[in-house]
């Protein structure tokens, strides 16, 4: 029941249980494979996941900590956090050996990226990556490979900056009224893609720039609130709605197929 605190040497689990109601403070290394820790955990250094493991209390990743979800072939890791998790440091979803799937499940609440914390989606040596979490992004959200964010019916915010400069990052949205807003950044090379597919996309202010790819598929619903100067990146609908008030200014090339734009619209 006593607080655990980490200042030096290693912690290791494999397949085993650590349970509160005492906090584990990591101010060193501490690697947990199809393992649970059934605990609230504040890390300030370095936190190694492998295999399919769980966090089941509070955890807060502080400035200077890294979380990092490491894919191998066998087995992939998933890392499933019962409830809110925030992030003021490092979390990284990458493989290495051979290629490995990379999961980060969210059971409850929000995966909150705060201002001054990263996320760094990369890689490695391949496989996929996938996130079915509730996103609020106010730091910098990085995806260097392709990425999947699916958490049903989740009201995703980001205020911070998003760069795609890597694969296509996939927002699949499905359940009870689901949203993704945007008030922040968001950016994409050439050759990447935000593709919405379904739910609710609202764009109320910040920017959406870059060469690459933005595609709305399967019903999806664009309300643009804000002006949007489409003078580098491709816009791509499909069966989908784009409404205003905010106008939409092309530049370069706009494709819409069996959809519906009820927005001011200047092309050139």
């Known amino acids: 029941g006593a607080s655990l605190l980490r200042e030096s040497g290693e912690l290791t689990l494999v397949g085993s249980t650590l349970n509160g109601p005492g906090t584990v403070s ?16 504040v890390n300030q250094h370095d936190l190694l996941c492998f295999g399919s493991s769980t966090l089941g209390g509070p955890f807060a990743n502080l400035a200077g900590g890294t979380l990092r979800l490491t894919g191998m072939n066998n087995p992939p890791v998933t890392l499933t956090v019962t409830s809110t998790c925030t992030n003021y440091g490092l979390i990284e979803l990458t493989s290495s050996n051979l290629a ?24 490695g040596t391949g496989s996929t990556r996938t996130m ?46 689901p949203t993704f807003t945007t008030s922040g950044t968001i950016h994409f090379d050439m050759g990447h893609v935000l ?19 933005l595609v709305f598929s399967l019903s999806a619903t664009a309300n643009f609130n804000s002006d949007f100067l489409n003078d580098v990146a491709t816009l791509s609908m499909s069966f989908s709605t784009l409404n205003g008030p ?23």
Do not use: C, M, R
């Open 26 to 41: 990591n101010l060193t290394t501490l690697t947990f494979t199809s393992s649970t820790i059934n605990a609230p955990l």
């Open 100 to 123: 490995g799937a990379v999961t980060f499940n969210l059971t409850s609440g929000w995966l909150v990226n705060a201002p001054g914390g990263q996320i760094d989606v990369l890689p």
């Open 132 to 177: 079915g979490a509730q996103l609020d992004n106010q730091g910098t959200f990085n995806v260097q490979t392709a990425l999947t964010l699916n958490k049903a019916s989740a009201d995703h915010a980001n205020s911070g900056t998003l760069n795609i400069t890597g694969g296509e990052l996939s927002l699949t949205q499905s359940g009870t009224t």
């Open 195 to 213: 593709a919405v597919n379904g739910g609710v996309f609202n764009y109320d202010a910040g920017s959406i720039d870059g060469p690459g790819q």
């Open 246 to 268: 905010g106008t939409v200014s092309n530049l370069t090339k706009l494709t819409f197929t069996s959809s519906t734009i009820n927005a001011p619209l200047v092309n050139e």
